[in-house]
T-cell receptor, first 113, second 114 residues
Framework: GAVVSQHPSWVICKSGTSVKIECRSLDFQATTMFWYRQFPKQSLMLMATSNEGSKATYEQGVEKDKFLINHASLTLSTLTVTSAHPEDSSFYIC?????????FGPGTRLTVL | AQSVTQLGSHVSVSEGALVLLRCNYSSSVPPYLFWYVQYPNQGLQLLLKYTSAATLVKGINGFEAEFKKSETSFHLTKPSAHMSDAAEYFCAVSEVWGAQKLVFGQGTRLTINP
């Protein structure tokens, strides 16, 4: 199947700083990518839909100014957590649509101190 | 709105025993249904999907699931559990073809006892 990578796989940052997470589709072009967050022992919650060349669509309750999404190319989407706080600590997972299937990245664990 | 309920947050079976993970869905239109597996600190891997063709769907690693419209269920089974099956399993539903905007259940952690 198609491969999606994320970088970094884990990051620790201080409260108030910004963190950028990259999501790349390695062997296919993903017009649409999704960003999810997963709290410990919980399910994945969709944060936003990222479409190449256009603004992301955010789910209700997700602050678009806090979670900045950029989908500049068909193989790269980035999520920037701005002014991170401890409550933003979570596992962030991206996925890309290829051949009518979602392919998921390995996730990025963010810890905000 | 669509939703998924997975009965049992934790299921424990013996190696070689039948695995049954339950999933019930709610959807206003004929749904597309999926089962994913997640190993610790990893992303999700698709096990199988129902796309309105055959109601009994076979997936990878010996898993299968049966779509039952009358019961709004899509339970996942495997005849004989293996130690490597220990993981978190998520059922998901989509009302749009192409795995767009998946809604996930809360997950079931499967433990295999030797």
């Amino acid at each position: 199947g198609a491969v999606v990578s994320q970088h970094p796989s884990w990051v620790i940052c201080k409260s108030g700083t910004s963190v950028k997470i990259e999501c790349r589709s390695l062997d296919f072009q993903a017009t649409t990518m999704f960003w999810y967050r997963q709290f410990p022992k919980q399910s994945l919650m969709l944060m936003a839909t990222s479409n190449e060349g256009s603004k992301a669509t955010y789910e209700q309750g997700v602050e678009k100014d806090k979670f900045l999404i950029n989908h500049a190319s068909l193989t790269l989407s980035t999520l920037t957590v701005t002014s991170a706080h401890p409550e933003d600590s979570s596992f962030y997972i991206c996925s890309g649509i290829g051949d009518n299937e979602q392919f998921f990245g390995p996730g990025t664990r963010l810890t905000v101190l | 709105a669509q939703s998924v309920t997975q009965l049992g947050s934790h299921v424990s079976v013996s190696e070689g025993a039948l695995v049954l993970l339950r999933c019930n869905y709610s959807s206003s239109v004929p749904p597309y249904l999926f089962w994913y597996v997640q190993y610790p600190n990893q992303g999700l891997q698709l096990l199988l999907k129902y796309t309105s063709a055959a109601t009994l769907v076979k997936g990878i690693n010996g898993f299968e699931a049966e779509f039952k419209k009358s019961e709004t269920s899509f339970h996942l089974t495997k005849p004989s559990a293996h130690m490597s099956d220990a993981a978190e399993y998520f059922c998901a539903v989509s009302e749009v073809w192409g795995a767009q905007k998946l809604v996930f259940g809360q997950g079931t952690r499967l433990t295999i006892n030797p």
